[in-house]
Nanobody, 118 residues
Framework: QVQLVESGGGLVQAGGSLRLSCAAA???????????MGWYRQAPGKQRELVATITRGGSTNYADSVKGRFTISRDNAKNILYLQMNSLKPEDTAVYYC?????????WGRGTQVTVSS
């Protein structure tokens, strides 16, 4: 089992920045089985979509819509995943979810709301 808790969401004006955090808690052996972590988002009336992922080795992948604006990173010592979001747009408004892909399964946090006003 992996418990994921997101934080850092809020209301921001277009052009502003936010940094999301995802704290992961699990048995030590489970952490070593996490292959990749990522951020996903779901806007009202839309399907959940990938925002960015990062592997244990540090390789990253981004949705085209956020490339150049968002940066995913992870602190392996503290078991925290981050998403730095700059130049935010109203279309970035969504609930943002943290995901951990482990050998034992795929785990999700409960999400944090990000609202970008125009």
């Amino acid at each position: 089992q992996v418990q994921l808790v997101e934080s850092g969401g809020g209301l921001v004006q277009a052009g502003g920045s936010l940094r999301l955090s995802c704290a992961a808690a699990a048995a030590t052996g489970i952490f070593f089985s996490i292959n990749a972590m990522g951020w996903y988002r779901q806007a009202p009336g839309k399907q959940r979509e990938l925002v960015a992922t990062i592997t244990r080795g540090g390789s990253t992948n981004y949705a085209d819509s956020v490339k150049g604006r968002f940066t995913i990173s992870r602190d392996n010592a503290k078991n925290i995943l981050y998403l730095q979001m700059n130049s935010l747009k109203p279309e970035d408004t969504a609930v943002y979810y943290c995901n951990a892909d482990a050998s034992s399964g795929s785990y999700w946090g409960r999400g944090t709301q990000v609202t970008v006003s125009s």
